[in-house]
């Protein structure tokens, strides 16, 4: 069963940049599909980006694309996305996810495994 563990996050003005990192731990990272979900305050959790196994293949929300970039070093076990152009309407929990599936989906409930959280917020 594998473990994530989230890095970054915190208080950013209105176009400034991110980077939030998941840690794993407990699995063979390489074997699973990537991705991070977001949830505003009152908003049911929403995909926002996902990287395949093997980080060939990605898939973005539009609210999202070209704007942030999802990456992994499976090497390190980690998986990153990096935000930028941030607005207000990006101010919420932002969550990795793992499952073994070999596409990318875009629905919570294909995913076993979460990390904990962590609060981004965009000031005006």
């Not at 991705?35 to 898939?59: C, D, H, L, M």
């Amino acid at each position: 069963q594998v473990q994530l563990v989230h890095s970054g996050g915190g208080l950013v003005q209105a176009g400034g940049s991110l980077i939030l990192s998941c840690a794993a731990s407990g699995g063979t990272f390489s074997a699973y599909c990537m991705v991070w979900f977001r949830q505003a305050p009152g908003k049911e959790r929403e995909f926002v980006a996902g990287i395949n196994r093997s980080g060939a293949n990605t898939y973005y929300a539009d609210s999202v694309k070209g704007r942030c970039t999802i990456s992994r070093d499976n090497a390190k076990n980690t998986v990153y996305m990096q935000m930028n152009s941030l607005n207000p309407e990006d101010t919420a929990i932002y969550y990795c996810a793992a499952s073994l599936t070999v596409a990318i989906q875009t629905r919570p409930g294909a995913y076993a495994y979460w990390g904990q959280g962590t609060q981004v917020t965009v000031s005006s």
